[in-house]
């Protein structure tokens, strides 16, 4: 069965940085374009990043341009969110996402919590 497994998220001070993994299994990762999203409570889901596969190409929240660095290691079946200069308003729970580049077929994370204190 396919699964993605978030990691990396914690309490973090804000100015600092954290980086967030996500390792897929079950699936042929080449084939999904990944995303991050996240979900502050009481607030809607955004979508923060993403990146195409196979090209690679990348497209951000306007909120955290600048800050954040998506990216992916296809050979690790891994796509991973940098994270820096951290705002209080980053915290939220983040979650990756897989979309099937042509079947639209899409899998969820569990998520992982960022915390960022003033």
């Known amino acids: 069965q396919v699964q993605l497994v978030e990691s990396g998220g914690g309490l973090v001070q804000a100015g600092g940085s954290l980086r967030l993994s996500c390792v897929a299994s079950?699936?042929?990762?080449?084939?999904?374009?990944m995303r991050w999203y996240r979900q502050a409570p009481g607030k809607e889901r955004e979508l923060v990043a993403r990146?195409?596969?196979?090209?690679?190409?990348?497209n951000y929240a306007d909120s955290v341009k600048g800050r954040f660095t998506v990216s992916r290691d296809n050979a690790e079946k891994s796509v991973y969110l940098q994270m820096n200069s951290l705002r209080t308003e980053d915290t939220a729970v983040y979650s990756c996402n897989a979309v099937h580049v042509l079947r639209r077929t899409e899998y969820w994370g569990q998520g992982t919590q960022v915390t960022v204190s003033s």
């Open positions: 079950g699936l042929t990762f080449g084939f999904y374009n």
């Open positions: 990146i195409s596969s196979p090209g690679g190409s990348t």
